[in-house]
T-cell receptor, first 113, second 111 residues
Framework: DAGVTQSPTHLIKTRGQHVTLRCSPI?????VSWYQQVLGQGPQFIFQ???????GRGNFPDRFSARQFPNYSSELNVNALLLGDSALYLC????????????FGSGTRLTVV | GQQLNQSPQSMFIQEGEDVSMNCTSS?????WLWYKQDPGEGPVLLIA?????ELTSNGRLTAQFGITRKDSFLNISASIPSDVGIYFC???????????FGQGTELSVKP
């Protein structure tokens, strides 16, 4: 069975550009969450979506946005990229809105230069 | 951002030794989770704890949900080289999917 898949795996962008990261949850999972992991730290919560609705938002600027599609896949968009946005972006899925052990993807490594 | 206090930050042990790490928080959690992350990969769930006082095992791993609901520990018995990696605790506040992660414990095992 396919796990959580994220694309692309690596990405290099220039300051000021826009980026879109994609996530496909495990089949049957309706909840998707996004986390940012800066090198040497634990993941930081960005968004949670369940049944295409935003259920939670972390302490990130409005440059960060996301959405969930009818097939439960999700996109994370970041505008006006800053050097500090360089990080591993993780997507996690679970069957329901409440967490009973999220399954994480391998992440997208974003480097902003 | 908000994070849990996880200790120690790193550990260097001999193969076969037991390992203990813990997390503390100023907030009460409904759920405690322990994850392991290998280089270039996402975190993988090891153990989930749902009730205060709960003690749960998964092979050589044992974790407990503290009675105060503000702490948790993870023990690894008889460590082996493949235990190498970064271990994260995570707590969940109330309903919803937001997880608060610790800073991680980097484990190195010498054969």
């Amino acid at each position: 069975d396919a796990g959580v898949t994220q694309s692309p795996t690596h990405l290099i962008k220039t300051r000021g550009q826009h980026v879109t990261l994609r996530c496909s949850p495990i089949s049957g999972h309706k909840s998707v969450s996004w986390y940012q992991q800066v090198l040497g730290q634990g993941p930081q919560f960005i968004f949670q979506y369940y049944e295409k609705e935003e259920r939670g938002r972390g302490n990130f600027p409005d440059r960060f946005s996301a959405r969930q599609f009818p097939n439960y896949s999700s996109e994370l968009n970041v505008n006006a990229l800053l050097l500090g946005d360089s990080a591993l972006y993780l997507c996690a899925s679970s069957p329901q809105a409440l967490n009973y052990g999220y399954t994480f993807g391998s992440g997208t490594r974003l480097t902003v230069v | 951002g908000q994070q849990l206090n996880q200790s120690p930050q790193s550990m260097f042990i001999q193969e076969g030794e037991d390992v203990s790490m813990n997390c503390t928080s100023s907030s009460i959690f409904n759920t405690w989770l322990w994850y392991k992350q290998d280089p270039g990969e996402g975190p993988v769930l090891l153990i989930a704890l749902y009730k205060a006082g709960e003690l749960t095992s998964n092979g050589r791993l044992t974790a407990q949900f503290g009675i105060t609901r503000k702490d948790s520990f993870l023990n690894i018995s008889a460590s082996i080289p493949s235990d190498v990696g970064i271990y994260f605790c995570a707590g969940q506040l109330g309903s919803g999917g937001k997880l608060i992660f610790g800073q991680g414990t980097e484990l190195s095992v010498k054969p």
